[in-house]
């Protein structure tokens, strides 16, 4: 729990009581199961998608404008991915945040984001309504991403063209 609300400590942005009362509000609204006691849990004691939405907790607690979520469910199952993230949307959409979704899944974010920007190498790519993109791609780029995550019959890796940028020192 002192991790979630350490954030409203260090702000100073409300009590300690009332931090604890607004995490177990937020725990509650992620679904979580517990509530009251789950910020009492050590990371090896819940589970992978239990783990991000007490991560997203931490963000939420201050009541941020703008929460940027890079790659939220890396390492779920799909089953997990859409859980998890149907929690941040309800609970964003609630407290009118913004989120910003970072992710090379098209498929699993596509299900929450009003809008889709595809970047390659740091260039927007494309940019439109989610369902606009998801259903009439126009760049090949963007058209390659959504291949890479329809069923495949042999099983075989998704492969999609271009590198990553050059690190910068």
């Known amino acids: 729990m002192e991790q ?7 702000h100073d942005l409300m009590p300690a009581a009332e931090a604890k009362s607004r995490a177990i ?3 509650r609204a992620l679904s979580l199961p517990e509530p009251d006691t789950i910020g009492d849990r050590y990371p090896h004691q819940v589970s992978g998608g239990q783990l991000q939405r007490l991560s997203a907790a931490m963000a939420l607690i201050g009541d941020p404008k703008i929460v940027i979520f890079d790659e939220p469910t890396t390492a779920l ?3 997990t991915q859409i859980e998890v993230l149907r929690a941040f949307k309800t609970v964003m959409r609630k407290g009118g945040i913004a989120g910003v979704y970072v992710s ?3 498929a699993v974010v596509a299900q929450i984001v009003d809008r889709i920007i595809v970047l390659k190498g740091g260039e927007v790519q494309e940019a439109g309504r989610t369902g606009q993109i998801l259903s009439n791609a126009k760049h090949p780029y963007t058209r390659e991403l959504l291949a890479a995550f329809e069923p495949k019959a042999r099983g075989a890796a998704p492969v999609v063209s271009g590198s990553t940028p050059h690190s910068r020192d």
Request: glycine share 0%.
């Open 104 to 106: 090379h899944d098209l």
């Open 77 to 79: 199952d799909v089953t």
């Open 4 to 10: 979630v609300i350490e954030i409203t400590r260090i």
């Open 25 to 27: 509000e937020l725990f």
